[in-house]
């Protein structure tokens, strides 16, 4: 199967075309708000959905699918908690390894077990080098991985986690300070991770303002990942999304 949407991802980083994503968690989102959601994602022209969480308790995942399915043209990719994530009905799903732990089920044991489910799937799969950084408060992304975040101090460790990630031949590189995080990833950090990749990189945890989003793909991101903010506040995807993409037209 043709890599369309990295094939995708890979161009518009080219054309420093910035992307805007929305993360759903199949277990927050309720059947009256999705619909609402979904409106405000085509007029924000929002290019990804990501669906997942680090723990995902409800079988609402197939539901959510079908309703973005029904009402948008926008491609569906997991970002799986669990091997119980993978649904073929989605478009892609990134193979996150959490390059910044030392937790081997994470690291490489989980997929050994998705592998063969994956090879059999229609989903494009794109190995990810997944990176938790310390967002100031414990969320559910650490303590589920049981894994010790990046401090955000640790500019050089997190550099050369990203190019160790990338040098194993990972697609893309995820900056996370894990969904609700108190402070989001500094710019600095991002930039310095950003110009020692080739990669596409990108960047969640914690945005909840349009400049902030803004500020980090200046910063280098190239796909922001917001979740938490819009479950408070719908309505902020318009003028985050358009943040983000007013990039390409500076
Ligand atoms: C979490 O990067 C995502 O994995 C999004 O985080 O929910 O805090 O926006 P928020």
Known sequence: ?????????????????KKMAVLIDPDRIK???????????KTANVDYFFLGGSLVVSDMMSACIQSIRSQTDIPVILFPGDI???NHNADALLFLSLISGRNPDLLIGKHIVAA????????????????????GNITTAIYMSGSLPIPVSKVDIA?????AGEMLGLKLIYMDAGSGAQQPIPEGLISAVSKKIDVPLIVGGGIRTPEKALANVQAGADIIVVGNAFEKDPTLMI???DAVHSMARV
């Open 1 to 17: 199967m043709s890599p369309t949407i990295y094939n995708a991802l890979l161009k518009a980083k080219e054309n420093s075309s």
């Open 31 to 41: 059947q009256h708000s999705i619909d609402h959601v979904l409106e405000l994602a």
């Open 84 to 86: 119980s994530q993978i």
């Open 116 to 135: 063969p489910l994956l090879k059999e799937s229609p989903l494009e799969v794109i190995s990810t080098g997944y990176m938790l950084f310390d967002g």
């Open 159 to 163: 550099v050369c986690t990203a190019m």
């Open 239 to 241: 003028e985050i999304s």
